[in-house]
């Protein structure tokens, strides 16, 4: 099917909806999104009260979070709002090495982790995979 249309006299010619096109979009976007290994969790929100006034976020140890984001200090980054707390981990942890030559060590300044050799924490261990 062929559509014509004209802007300011000059006529414009355009094909109409072409599948293989689309097709092509698709998978190009979808071979060029980062995987994420990223875990999170949710907690209902609570409200955090002081004198009457809401604060912000009551967490599930007590502590009042104010609207907004933040980073814990183990690497997870959190949100609050009228919804709830929201919290994903900004790292992932290594899965599939040798656990009985090697020992995974987390770094809590980069948030990430090192898989090393048990006796000699200057060589690395190959890991299959990551998990978050």
Not at 45 to 71: A, R
């Amino acid at each position: 099917m062929l559509y014509n249309s004209s802007y300011s006299g000059h006529t414009v010619k355009s094909e109409g909806f072409n599948v293989k096109t689309t097709l092509a979009c698709l998978l190009l976007l979808a071979i060029s999104a980062t995987p994420s290994n990223a875990y999170c969790f949710f907690e209902r929100f609570k409200p955090g009260v002081s004198d009457g006034v809401i604060l912000g976020c009551l967490n599930s140890q007590g502590e009042v979070h104010k609207f907004g984001s933040w980073k814990t200090e183990d690497c997870h980054n959190c949100s609050c709002s009228r919804r709830g707390i929201h919290c994903c981990s900004s790292f992932a942890s290594p899965a599939g090495y040798d656990k009985e030559k090697c020992e995974s060590i987390f770094n809590k300044e980069t948030c990430t982790y090192k898989v090393v050799k048990k006796n000699d924490h200057s060589k690395e261990c190959p890991v299959k995979g990551w998990v978050g």
